[in-house]
């Protein structure tokens, strides 16, 4: 089998709430989605997608994915799309970093995998672990009490695990982990996400204001080396996510005991091959798993349900699925929240079929 051509689109993906605000003043009201299609000789075509969170978050940007697919397309035709280890391999030597570029030509590598096995790619993976998986809610920055409030709306919705997004004015945000707290019920976790937000001193303030609370406490500030030193100086259960961009971070981290949880990215890592190679070792090191992307719809949704459905239960904190967030389903087959958890398709694949209506015409196409 061989990569014929590869087409990129462009698909807008706006929020059911309008917006998305985390630390830094940063929001999203329309997310710019990039879907890729590699096509084969044999008839068989894969889907993968790449949704940056803005320009200001990672070093990654929606055009910027468009671009380097661009640049790197024309080197891949002529590839067999299913010898995933010497694909990654190659696009390494063509292409130096950007790994958000090559995460969904790396995952529509794997639909086209499990299609041309008859296999699901959580089977391909090692296999699904019970019927479902439970799912956090990522509530957006807002006021402590609108926040608490989103809380209790999103219970009602089933959901038990609740993301906050902090890193501002360390007051308000420790009224916001507070109020949120208030809210829980048994069972419940709740995460507080500064996304690199605090500064080292800041966060040491909020950790011991919240330390008679429970409450996880993820990647609070911007370099790894103030992280640790925030997790030498809290009791808090610890997640690190941003700087977790490969396995020799993972092995770093684990040595230094610096985190609890990690939060494994797709396209942070460069697609499905590489962030199963980081699951699959954290499983061995004992280390939990928030496992997600950036952002992105349907198809994304459907790669992060294969990777987290197949990670042994007593390691996945916990999943998401963004396809819930937005109002564009650009794809049949995705997996659909039902009670706060989502399961994954038994289709050979990820399982989607794009809706060529929502796609449109390609942005860029090589062959």
């Known amino acids: 089998m061989r990569i014929i051509k590869i087409e990129a689109y462009r ?9 998305y605000k985390w630390s830094g003043g ?22 993968g997608e790449v949704c940056p969170l803005g320009s200001a978050y990672l070093a990654a940007y929606a055009n910027g994915a468009r671009t380097g697919i661009a640049e790197l397309a024309p080197s891949l035709i002529g590839l067999d799309p299913t010898e995933l280890g010497v694909l990654n391999t190659h696009m390494d030597r063509a292409m130096k970093g950007h790994p958000y570029v090559k995460s969904p030509i790396d995952v529509a590598c794997w639909d086209i ?97 919240v330390r008679d609370i429970d409450v996880y406490i993820e990647q609070p500030c911007r370099t790894y080396e103030e992280c640790l030193s925030i997790r030498r100086h809290t009791e808090r259960p610890f997640v690190l996510d941003e700087v977790i961009d490969d396995l020799a971070m993972v ?61 042994p239960p007593q390691l996945l904190f916990t999943t998401t699925d963004f396809n819930s967030y937005v109002t564009v389903s650009a794809a049949e087959g995705a997996p659909q929240r039902e009670h706060g958890r989502m399961k994954t398709s038994k289709a050979p694949g990820l399982g989607i079929t794009p809706r060529l209506e929502v796609l449109g015409a390609p942005v860029l196409s090589v062959s």
């Open 11 to 19: 698909v807008e993906l706006p929020l059911h709430e309008g917006s």
């Open 113 to 209: 995998l499990g299609k041309a096995c008859g296999k699901p790619v959580a089977t391909l993976m090692g296999g699904c672990y019970g019927e479902d998986v439970a799912l956090y809610r990522a509530i957006s920055q807002d006021a402590p009490e609108a926040m608490a409030e989103r809380v209790a709306h999103y219970r009602g919705e089933g959901y038990t695990k609740f993301q906050l997004k902090v890193g501002s004015d360390v007051d308000t945000d420790v009224e916001r982990i507070v109020a949120a707290s208030d809210e829980l019920e048994s069972g419940d976790i709740l995460i507080a996400d500064a996304n690199t937000g605090w500064t080292q001193h800041e966060a040491m303030r909020v950790a011991s204001f």
């Open 251 to 311: 092995v770093r981290g684990h040595a230094d005991q610096a985190m609890d949880v990690i939060n494994l990215k797709i396209s942070k890592v460069g697609g499905l091959t590489k962030a199963r190679q980081i699951r699959d070792l954290c499983v061995s090191l004992g280390i939990a798993l928030t496992i997600e992307d950036t952002w992105g719809g349907d198809i994304a949704t459907a790669a992060i349900a294969h990777l987290a459905h197949s990670t």
């Open 26 to 47: 940063n929001a999203v009201e329309v997310f710019d989605s990039t879907i890729v299609a590699v096509d084969t000789d044999e008839g068989i075509t894969g889907y």
